[in-house]
């Protein structure tokens, strides 16, 4: 006896459906219109009633602040999270040797403001290591004597410090069955955590990593204070050279606004790849 095959209309599959209509008719509100415009306007106005003669005498100023802040938000991010996974591990399942330094250290990271921390790097080890001649007379002494290291110190320490408590629930919250059963299996330690707990801590913390690089990002203005040459030091300087106000500022804004609008893309970008990684 033969079988009858089934036929399933094609339109039944949601891969068929357009999302492209939908999408411009969300763009279309009146809402959105309305703060387009506004939004329009505002450049317009910016363009053609405010003086931004003084860009081509700053440009490779400009230029040398904007990579000099988004370097170092790169490098902090990423040592800061390399610092923070270690110190969520310690507080979610380490022996108390390591949980209680690792709690300290966040506690007070988070307990005291990031411009007290990089002064005390800075006006703190700054003026204690000219007082080695050992130091003076190291390889290092070039750069120590630079104020950007202790920028990098002080925001890496600051963004570990945060990071270590979102890691430190990350960690929890993987179900512990899960390990257990790839204990059962056999499987070593180190593969557990390189491909059950870590993948999963990190994909659980991803909304919040995001977040927090954006305050990175606003807490780099503060190396400022210590002669570091980045976005908003560039914009002071020319507030003073030239007696403006809003110019720079408004260019300082944008360009933080650009910044941030690339790490939130960049972030919602891994949010979809990792969840096909963890199958």
Not at 40 to 60: E, K, P, T
Request: with cysteine; glycine share 8%; net charge positive.
């Amino acid at each position: 006896m033969s079988e009858t095959p089934i036929e399933v209309p094609i339109e039944t599959f949601p891969i068929h459906k357009e999302t492209g209509g939908i999408r411009i008719a969300s763009l279309l509100q009146p809402h959105r219109i309305v703060m387009m415009l506004i939004g329009l306007a505002l450049i317009a106005s910016a363009v053609f009633f405010m003086r931004w003669d003084w860009l081509q005498n700053y440009g490779d100023l400009i230029a040398q602040g904007l990579w000099r802040t988004i370097w170092i938000l790169i490098v902090t991010v990423i040592l800061g999270f390399l610092l923070a996974v270690p110190l969520g591990l310690a507080q979610a399942s380490g022996p108390a040797i390591l949980a209680v330094p690792a709690k300290m250290f966040c506690t007070v990271i988070r307990g005291t403001p990031l411009l007290l921390q990089l002064w005390l790097l800075y006006y703190g080890l700054g003026s204690l290591f000219p007082q080695y001649p050992w130091i003076r007379g190291s390889e290092l002494w070039p750069y120590l004597r630079q104020a950007w290291p202790y920028a990098v110190l002080a925001l890496t320490l600051s963004y570990a410090g945060y990071e270590g408590e979102v890691m430190r629930g990350a960690f929890a919250s993987v179900p512990k069955g899960q390990l257990e059963a790839a204990r059962a299996f056999g499987m070593p330690r180190f593969t557990i955590f390189r491909r059950i707990w870590l993948p999963q801590a990190i994909h659980r913390a991803l909304p919040t990593l995001a977040g927090e690089a954006v305050l990175q990002l606003k807490s780099t203005p503060l190396v400022a204070t210590i002669t570091v040459v980045d976005l908003y030091a560039v914009a002071s300087r020319v507030r003073q050279d030239t007696f403006l106000t809003y110019e720079p500022l408004l260019l300082l804004a944008a360009g933080y606004l650009v910044i941030t609008g690339i790490i939130v893309m960049l972030f919602r970008r891994v949010e979809r790849m990792i969840p096909s990684k963890l199958g």
